[in-house]
Antibody, heavy 122, light 105 residues
Framework: QLQLQESGPGLVKPPETLSLTCTVS??????????WGWIRQPPGKGLEWIGS???????YYNPSLKSRLTISLDTSKSQFSLKLSSLTAADTAVYYC??????????????WGQGTSVIVSS | SYELTQPPSVSVSPGQTASISCSGD??????ACWYQQKPGQSPVLIIY???KRPSGIPERFSGSNSGNTATLTISGTQAMDEADYYC????????FGGGTKLTVL
């Protein structure tokens, strides 16, 4: 059964860069059947899509974050990563990684990691 | 940018039917999916492609999508269904609704 696990620092100072990694186990990160994505949830608020990456390396970013965001894939480690720069307090959130399935306009996240809490504070 | 609108809260009595709406421009022309999130837990996919249930999701959860509105219906609502529910679709990128808190009382 495919599982995802996020890892990264719990506290980051503004305006540093956040680096998070998601480790995939129980399945192939190079499958052409799905994507890998990042989603975040500020405290007490709703879900926000950050971006996704395909096994080929193609990326899809939320336009509101695109200028600060990089998502990459390390197939040798079965990991994909997120880097978000110029952090502010507004980036404080629980960050989830997820497996993204679907095609032809269907795009849903059917496996989620447990989430990792990130606080941006000096 | 594309937006999805959900009611902030919905209340239902145990055993009754709960309906949660999700509105967006021509949403019926897109695929909608739904997630359930309980406090302190990760979201769980409960409906995809408008009306399909992943393995392990109870039959009391169903979905529909037409016109500008997608609807999640929970038949015979149980206390364990109390949670936040989020709709999601693909506009020019992935968009989530603001979430609906379902209270079972």
């Amino acid at each position: 059964q495919l599982q995802l696990q996020e890892s990264g620092p719990g506290l980051v100072k503004p305006p540093e860069t956040l680096s998070l990694t998601c480790t995939v186990s129980g399945g192939s990160i190079t499958s052409s059947t799905y994507y890998w994505g990042w989603i975040r949830q500020p405290p007490g608020k709703g879900l926000e899509w950050i971006g996704s990456i395909y096994y080929s390396g193609s990326t899809y970013y939320n336009p509101s974050l695109k200028s600060r965001l990089t998502i990459s894939l390390d197939t040798s480690k079965s990991q994909f990563s997120l880097k978000l720069s110029s952090l502010t307090a507004a980036d404080t959130a629980v960050y989830y990684c997820a497996k993204v399935s679907g095609s032809s306009g269907d795009y849903h996240m059917d496996v989620w990691g447990q989430g990792t809490s990130v606080i941006v504070s000096s | 940018s594309y937006e999805l609108t959900q009611p902030p809260s919905v209340s239902v009595s145990p055993g009754q039917t709960a309906s949660i709406s999700c509105s967006g421009d021509k949403l019926g022309d897109k695929y909608a999916c739904w997630y359930q999130q309980k406090p302190g837990q990760s979201p769980v996919l409960i409906i995809y492609q408008d009306n399909k249930r992943p393995s392990g999701i109870p039959e009391r959860f169903s979905g529909s999508n037409s016109g500008n509105t997608a609807t999640l219906t929970i038949s015979g609502t149980q206390a364990m269904d109390e949670a936040d529910y989020y709709c999601q679709a693909w506009g020019t990128y992935v968009v989530f609704g603001g979430g609906t808190k379902l209270t079972v009382l």
